[in-house]
């Protein structure tokens, strides 16, 4: 923030990413614990694994790289003694606290398994912790999502608890960066980028309009077919964004296309706004049948 433009202090910014870079090695110095190979609750309470913090760990690189994947192996621990294998907020052998579902932490669990590549881990939390909410047969179904849930899948109802928390619409979020793929890259949208890199199973197609402050969206849509992917957006005129191919696209791709012009194969971004225009119409033919899940 204090490198943008509207601030511009490139000293404070120095300042603020040494204190950071500083806080970061302390945490790896004084809060990792090599015995239980992961982070300790707090200097002294070393016992049970927490979902938001080691969500954190991850989100914000402050684990090395090499912990991050036995990192996210450990998150299994907080499946069990749940009603559909939701994760709990603390692990069960954490001492003096009650076991909940947090969707909030969830939320920030999808995210730390997203940019570990652990698609698998964060489909089957985004699926199962939202789940109850969204059954319309429940007699506790409000339409909107909850605060907390008890392990068994209802509501934590104490003097707390909200039926219609804010805080818990984690997938509006996830669903509109990872799976749609929009997201800025500068204020305002003013560059922005469209990376669709959360393959959920039987999810072949997304569609949105992201709004901008120009007062016209960006609309992006992608499908996947047997042996083709196709993603098609378009920006307000002064914007740019960049499309980047999914991975698992890009790994059996035999031709692609923009706008009808064929590019070399091995292109993996688009940019939008600069060569193609303001609308680009991208399509990947397949090697193999690999284009839905």
């Not at 090499?66 to 069990?80: A, D, Q, T, V």
């Not at 992201?210 to 957006?233: E, M, N």
């Not at 191919?245 to 292109?267: A, F, Q, R």
Request: glycine residues 6%.
């Amino acid at each position: 923030m204090a490198r943008s433009s509207r601030i511009n202090d490139f000293s404070r910014a120095e300042r603020y990413e040494l204190e950071a870079t500083r806080t970061a090695a302390s945490i790896n110095k004084h809060l990792y614990n090599t015995d239980t190979e992961m982070y300790n609750i707090s200097s002294t309470r070393k016992v049970g694994f927490q979902q938001e913090m080691h969500s954190w760990m991850l989100i914000k690189n402050i684990a090395p790289a090499n912990l991050r994947k036995p990192l996210m192996e450990k998150f299994k621990s907080l499946h069990k003694g749940t009603h559909n294998k939701s994760p709990l907020s603390f692990s069960k052998d954490t001492p003096n606290i009650p076991p909940v579902i947090s969707p909030i932490m969830s939320a920030f669990h999808v995210v730390a398994a997203v940019s570990t590549e652990n698609f698998t881990e964060a489909e089957h939390v985004l699926r199962r912790v939202w789940a109850p909410m969204c059954d319309t047969s429940s007699p506790h179904f409000t339409g909107t999502t909850w605060e907390f849930l008890l392990p068994d899948g209802t509501p934590f109802e104490d003097q707390f608890c909200s039926y219609a928390q804010l805080f818990s619409v984690g997938p509006t979020f996830i669903l509109s960066k990872y799976v749609l793929g929009v997201e800025p890259t500068t204020a305002g949208y003013k560059s922005f980028s469209v990376n669709p890199r959360f393959p959920i199973s039987g999810v072949n197609w997304a569609q949105g309009r992201v709004p901008t402050p120009s007062g016209q969206p960006i609309i992006v849509r992608w499908q996947r077919f047997d042996k083709a992917w196709r993603l098609t957006c378009s920006a307000p005129a002064g914007l740019k964004g960049l499309v980047l191919v999914p991975k698992d696209i890009g790994e059996s791709c035999e031709s692609i296309s923009v706008n009808g012009l064929e590019l070399d194969p091995k292109i993996r971004q688009v940019e939008v706004g600069a060569a193609y225009g303001t609308e680009v119409d991208i399509v990947v033919r397949l090697s193999s049948s690999k284009g839905c899940v």
